[in-house]
């Protein structure tokens, strides 16, 4: 089958296809699913960070006016451990025992008529408990060290050697603080059973997880329970695992046997949906005179739950391929505290090692005299440095010298403090970004009707980055049919199977499955006619034709061929449907190195000489993310990452005060980039499509926040000539 790329269909800005539903308020998320007899839940959570329960007196819940039932680790319903996922273990089990681990864990839930009476009843739940000195920081000597806690430790070369061989010997000490995801959308499930058959309507980045999840716990089949999240408010990756609240509301439901909704407030999104943890980073670079890398070194602890582990999340990992550089150590550790479990968070890993190692190159490049873009070029890494073959697409020269022409940057004193402007201190920096590649199997499914209609569908999950629209276009432009007789269908588990939207790696993916659904559909249209003699596609393969303008026409002949409706009505069929899946090529396959999306940053910082405050003023981001199916969207996802890595670079922290409370857990208290905060933004994509699955893209996902945060510390450096190796940039660290 031919495919033709039309540039009405893919490419192109087209608008969000759910933007009017949205607009207009009519996307259910889960928060707004009402059932018939539903009632309310709301949690009661502990108030130390170590310790046991010592008593739980709900008498005063149970009398309160509305209340069905407080379930407590008394009285709560035995459950398991949710199995793990191909990706990740699950949380442990809520409600479960008596001890606890971190300020903020369940320790029971009220469930009442209304929301309301279900607040006001969790606040008269009386906990005694028996405390225990914290572990709350890296540094305390009674936490545990997990070495090589994702398997993603590596040393290619000698180190020693390579250090030895060096020139100039760069070492600094980087640090990152916690963060909160904060999705717009607070976090809400409504479960209902019907006897052993359970329906979660949840906002979950993943429902094929949470199906499973909820099938493991309560111990019924995975087949009776549906999953249903067609739209998410956001998520950042705080969606991707399945949380102790979902688990509470169909505990709650099986309980009282009638539907329940609970919904999570700001502060409780704080402590049970995961966080960024923090980093303490030392890296090392040894370099010749003339640039030249001889050795990196890259180690890094971050905290981690007592009792729970994190999602995948290497730190260091981004200096082992970042450049070409012959040895190479990156070391990634854990420290087990007393903190709720860290999660992924746009970028995860890659945004916190890139502060380091792009930080690192920049003051590599004041130290040796050469231009931080000359730097970066002189050490490029035209093959994969680990694997040693050849990318599956890489245009990072494109992206720097793009962005240098564009900003302005040659045109830039290389002198710390020596640009102003109108009275305050100019300062430019950069830096790189290489970011990780992620494609999961997935699978689709497409239907064409005797209207001429698709609709292709799958269980995958939108949670805000337009993947209901590309897909519509994607579809459209493989079946041959405009974007309006195209329907998506996502967020079902009830459809076929698909990996969690996160890491960037969902539009390969599911893209991939809709390719080959589309090609196996047009194929089954052909078999259908296979020996109709009415038919001039008699005999043909999807090799031998092409679909456009709602027909499948011969390549050999263009005006020989007929329209889906033509061969539907012929042959009396309402519909016809095929699937398709998608697998990850290997490497070792296809003698590729998968590569993941590529960008280059350049910043103009504006600092008070008096006060040191910060402010973006301009924002340059060149990015190579293979083919680009949709302009605006793309866009929109780096527009609206830049705006978190300016958050992450002068904002945003998540505090904990000595007893192990989050002290600014609302939206009031934690601060994130409001209109003033961000300058008009430049993004422009460069590159080809890519090689390493069959709709040639990369995500656009995450890469818009990574690297903003050392591009905004260089250009601080560069106007002040005050080094900041911790974040966030707040004007103390500049006085």
Not at 18 to 45: E, N, T
Not at 375 to 404: F, I, M, T
Not at 490 to 502: E, K, S
Request: with cysteine.
């Amino acid at each position: 089958m031919t495919t033709v790329e039309r540039p009405r269909v893919l490419g192109t800005g087209t608008d969000r296809v759910d933007g009017p539903r949205k607009a207009a308020g009519g996307v259910p998320y889960s928060s707004d699913v009402s059932y018939p007899g539903m009632v309310h839940a709301a949690l009661v959570r502990s108030t130390i960070a170590a310790g046991r329960i010592a008593g739980i007196d709900t008498s005063r819940a149970e009398a309160a006016p509305g209340v069905l039932a407080v379930i407590t680790p008394d009285n709560a319903p035995r459950i398991e451990r949710a199995p793990d996922t191909p990706l990740w273990r699950q949380p442990p089990p809520p409600l479960q025992r008596r001890e606890i681990v971190h300020h903020g864990q369940y320790v029971g839930v009220v469930v009442a008529e209304t929301v309301e009476e279900a607040t006001a009843a969790a606040r008269l739940v009386g906990v005694a408990y028996e405390p225990t000195d914290p572990v709350l920081s890296l540094d305390d000597p009674r936490a545990v060290t997990v070495d090589d806690p994702f398997g993603s430790n590596r040393h290619r070369g000698d180190v020693v050697s390579g250090f030895a061989a060096a020139d100039v010997v760069f070492d600094g000490e980087y640090t990152t603080p916690d963060e909160t995801n904060n999705p717009m959308g607070l976090f809400c499930t409504v479960a209902a059973w019907d006897g052993d058959r359970l329906t979660v309507h949840d906002a979950t980045q993943w429902p094929g997880s949470t199906r499973a999840a909820l099938a493991g716990a309560f111990s019924v089949p995975e087949a009776g329970i549906r999953v249903l999240a067609p739209y998410v408010g956001g998520g950042f990756g705080a969606g991707l695992r399945v949380w102790p609240h979902t688990v509470l509301a169909a505990m709650a439901a099986r309980v009282v046997g009638r539907p329940v909704k609970l919904a999570l407030t700001r502060p409780q999104m704080f402590t049970g949906v995961g966080h960024r943890p923090a980093t303490v980073q030392r890296i090392r670079i040894g370099a010749r005179d003339d640039g030249t890398l001889t050795a990196i070194e890259h180690e890094s602890v971050q905290p981690v739950a007592v009792d729970d582990d994190n999602i995948a999340e290497s730190v260091t990992t981004v200096s082992a391929v970042g450049y070409a550089c012959p040895n190479v150590a990156n070391i990634d550790r854990q420290r087990r505290l007393n903190i709720p479990v860290p999660t992924s968070m746009r970028g995860p890993g890659d945004a916190q090692g890139h502060f380091a190692l792009e930080c690192a190159m920049d003051e590599l490049a004041y130290r040796l005299g050469i231009d931080p873009v000359e730097l970066r070029l002189r050490n490029y890494a035209d093959e994969h440095p680990q694997l040693g073959l050849p990318w599956s697409s890489k245009a990072q020269r494109e992206c720097y010298e793009v962005g240098a022409e564009r900003f302005g940057w040659w045109d830039r004193n290389p002198a710390p403090r020596s640009m102003r402007r109108d009275g305050v201190l100019v300062g430019w920096g950069m830096a790189g970004v290489s970011f990780f590649w992620f494609q999961a199997p997935c699978d689709a499914r497409a239907s064409i009707d005797r209207e001429g209609r698709a609709f292709v569908r799958s269980a995958a999950t939108d949670i805000g980055t337009g993947t209901y629209t590309v897909m519509t276009q994607l579809s459209a432009d493989r079946l041959g049919l405009r974007p309006d007789q195209v329907r998506v269908g996502l967020g079902d588990t009830d459809l076929p199977a698909a990996p969690p939207q996160g890491g960037s790696g969902m539009t390969a993916s599911l893209g991939s499955a809709i390719h080959a659904a589309a090609q196996n559909l047009v194929q089954a249209f052909l078999d259908l006619v296979a020996d109709d003699v009415a038919s001039p596609l008699r005999g043909l393969t999807a090799a031998d034709v092409t679909a456009v303008d709602g027909r499948i026409q011969r390549d050999d002949d263009p005006t020989r061929g007929e329209s889906y409706r033509e061969i539907l009505d012929r042959h009396d069929r309402a519909e016809l449907s095929a699937d398709g899946s998608s697998v990850p090529a290997k490497p070792e396959e296809t003698g590729l190195a998968p590569a993941g999306p590529f960008a280059a940053r350049f910043v103009e910082v504006h600092v008070d000489p008096d006060l040191d405050r910060i402010k973006v003023a301009r924002l340059v981001s060149v990015v190579d993310a293979g083919r680009i199916l949709n302009r605006k969207t793309a866009r929109s996802q780096i527009v609206g990452g830049t705006v978190g890595g300016i958050g992450m670079a002068l904002l945003e922290e998540t505090v904990t005060d000595p007893t192990g409370r989050i002290a600014n857990a609302t939206l009031g208290d934690y601060l994130i980039p409001v209109n003033a905060d961000v300058p008009d933004l430049d993004v422009v994509f460069v590159g080809e499509p890519d090689r390493f699955n069959p709709v040639g893209v990369k995500g656009v996902g995450e890469i818009g926040l990574v690297g903003v945060a050392p591009a905004i510390a260089n250009a601080a450096f560069h106007a002040t000539g005050h080094r900041v190796r911790s974040l966030p940039l707040t004007l103390d660290k500049l006085l």
